[in-house]
């Protein structure tokens, strides 16, 4: 099954001209004993926000795990902007938001250096502090909220507080391409609406492509352009309206989307 996804091009961010933002082709992947992903082809244009949504155990983790570089699929081709994950990690080509960060909390660490280590990649060996990489990190609190809490430990931020400061460490990278894996799990509605508006903004002031993956269907609409509906393989994709249907949903989380009605 081949799904192509293409809503636009980049602009104000150093993406390969004409390229594709994320490019699945026939992807199978998995586990010992686990079929994790059947044949998935999506493709994802530049600036653009997309939202991977299933269940819990439909492959998502995986997928994203692949768009990484960090699991290799037994067939198929992940491409970001036309490179291999290892390759468009290097060049700085993507950014990463993970469900769960592990954080020690009795290590001082504040929420301004977290952020900082979206720079690194731009620092070169030295890791030497530039004027720009004040600015980025600078702008990126300002997005997410956290100015005021720059010098506080990170270990002393509430839940939807720390998943914003490693968004905002994210934002300050200022890769092309952004990946956010379950963004909204266990944050407050107010961090919630923040990072939705953040995310549209990226998208229309930079031109950034974001994939969120994602079981959160609450806002889903209002926020993709487009969705997948994915488990093991890609069950619908298009428009939200088109695909954010009782019917659609059914196919992919069952009787967990019955039991939440």
Same mark, same amino acid.
């Given at each position: 099954?081949?799904?192509?996804?293409?809503?636009?091009?980049? %602009?104000?961010?150093?993406?390969?001209?004409?390229?594709?933002?994320?490019?699945?082709?026939?992807?199978?992947?998995? !586990?010992?004993?686990?079929?994790?992903?059947?044949?998935?082809?999506?493709?994802?244009?530049?600036?653009?926000?997309?939202?991977?949504?299933?269940?819990?155990?439909?492959?998502?983790?995986?997928?994203?795990?692949?768009?990484?570089?960090?699991?290799?699929?037994?067939?198929? %081709?992940? #491409?970001?902007?036309?490179?291999?994950?290892?390759?468009?990690?290097?060049?700085?080509?993507?950014? !990463?938001?993970?469900?769960?960060?592990?954080?020690? %909390?009795?290590?001082?660490?504040?929420?301004?250096?977290?952020?900082?280590?979206?720079? !690194?990649?731009?620092?070169?060996?030295?890791?030497?502090?530039?004027?720009?990489?004040?600015?980025?990190?600078?702008?990126?609190?300002?997005?997410?909220?956290?100015?005021?809490?720059?010098?506080?430990?990170?270990?002393?931020?509430?839940?939807?507080?720390?998943?914003?400061?490693?968004?905002?460490?994210?934002?300050?990278?200022?890769?092309?391409?952004?990946?956010?894996?379950?963004?909204?799990?266990?944050?407050?509605?107010?961090?919630?609406?923040?990072?939705?508006?953040?995310?549209?903004?990226?998208?229309? %002031?930079?031109?950034?492509?974001?994939?969120?993956?994602?079981?959160?269907?609450?806002?889903?609409?209002?926020?993709?352009?487009?969705?997948?509906?994915?488990?093991?393989?890609?069950?619908?994709?298009?428009?939200?309206?088109?695909?954010?249907?009782?019917?659609?949903?059914? #196919?992919?989380?069952?009787?967990?989307?019955?039991?939440?009605?």
């Amino acid at each position: 099954m081949s799904t192509d996804i293409d809503t636009g091009s980049a %602009t104000g961010v150093d993406a390969p001209p004409g390229a594709a933002a994320v490019v699945v082709d026939q992807l199978s992947a998995g !586990y010992p004993g686990v079929q994790a992903l059947d044949e998935v082809s999506i493709t994802v244009g530049t600036g653009s926000i997309c939202a991977l949504l299933g269940a819990n155990g439909s492959g998502k983790s995986t997928l994203f795990k692949a768009l990484l570089g960090l699991h290799r699929p037994t067939a198929g %081709t992940v #491409r970001l902007f036309g490179m291999e994950p290892t390759k468009a990690r290097r060049r700085n080509q993507v950014s !990463y938001v993970p469900q769960h960060e592990q954080v020690d %909390t009795s290590f001082p660490i504040s929420v301004e250096q977290v952020v900082m280590m979206g720079r !690194y990649g731009h620092m070169g060996f030295t890791r030497r502090t530039r004027p720009a990489d004040r600015q980025a990190c600078d702008q990126a609190l300002d997005q997410v909220g956290l100015s005021q809490l720059r010098r506080r430990g990170i270990g002393e931020l509430s839940g939807g507080q720390r998943k914003r400061a490693f968004l905002a460490r994210a934002i300050a990278q200022q890769a092309p391409l952004m990946l956010l894996d379950e963004p909204f799990a266990g944050v407050d509605r107010g961090s919630e609406e923040l990072i939705s508006s953040v995310l549209k903004t990226l998208r229309d %002031t930079t031109g950034t492509t974001v994939l969120i993956s994602t079981h959160h269907l609450a806002g889903v609409e209002d926020l993709a352009d487009e969705v997948v509906l994915l488990h093991q393989r890609v069950l619908a994709a298009g428009l939200p309206g088109e695909v954010l249907t009782e019917e659609q949903l059914g #196919r992919s989380f069952g009787a967990v989307l019955r039991e939440t009605n």
